[in-house]
């Protein structure tokens, strides 16, 4: 079926770092991506999403590209702040079927 | 307030009593989720809504869950009998029919079954 693979956290990074954070899909049907997040004590939030080969999705200094090739959509920020500690979901969804599929989630967490 | 709300925020009950937990969607969403969370996995689809039609149940729900949304406005997931490995976070969440990919999710209901 219908499976999302983050890499495995914490990801722990200095302050102004550069952060990648993993993610792979299967490649059934052509499904939208989406990376969500959720902060300490919230609930999960829409980070970024894509939903066809090559477009990239952008928010808040995030970004990730969907590779069809490689079937990922690798989450990467150029300069991460402690406030964006927090633990990162990616998801797929098929084409109609309005139900999502989230990977396990990776936890980032940002040193001053 | 606009979002989604979910009541109550905790819930501790003893193995075999029911619980009932209730989600209140954005009022003008008519797609309304109900997931369940465990620590250290995203959140894993239970049912789904569209306004008051359940219309889709994943095969991990038992016959022990039941969720209604009677008038297409807000839900209640309800677990009876319930047992130690229902411990876990109930996620809500609702959507817009128009089209928008976003869902936009409640804070959660922590479910404790002692």
């Known amino acids: 079926g219908d499976s999302v693979t983050q890499m495995e956290g914490p990801v722990t990074l200095s302050e102004e770092a550069f952060l990648t954070i993993n993610c792979t899909y299967t490649a059934t049907g052509y499904p939208s991506l989406f990376w969500y997040v959720q902060y300490p004590g919230e609930g999960l939030q829409l980070l970024l999403k894509?939903?066809?080969?090559?477009d990239k999705g952008s928010n808040k200094g995030f970004e990730a590209t969907y590779r069809k090739e490689t079937t990922s959509f690798h989450l990467e920020k150029g300069s991460v702040q402690v406030s964006d500690s927090a633990v990162y979901f990616c998801?797929?969804?098929?084409?109609?079927?309005?139900?999502?599929?989230f990977g396990r989630g990776t936890s980032l967490i940002v040193h001053p | 307030d606009t979002g989604v709300s979910q009541d109550p925020r905790h819930k501790i009950t003893k193995r075999g009593q029911n619980v009932t937990f209730r989600c209140d969607p954005i009022s003008e969403h008519n797609r309304l989720y109900w997931y369940r969370q465990t620590l250290g996995q995203g959140p894993e689809f239970l049912t789904y809504f569209q306004n008051e039609a359940q219309l889709e149940k994943s095969r991990l729900l038992s016959d022990r869950f039941s969720a209604e949304r009677p008038k297409g406005s807000f839900s209640t997931l309800e677990i009876q009998r319930t047992e130690q490995g229902d411990s876990a976070m109930y996620l809500c969440a609702s959507r817009s029919g128009t089209g928008s990919y976003e869902q936009y999710f409640g804070p959660g209901t922590r479910l404790t079954v002692t």
């Open positions: 894509a939903t066809k080969a090559d």
């Open positions: 998801a797929r969804e098929s084409g109609g079927s309005y139900i999502p599929t």
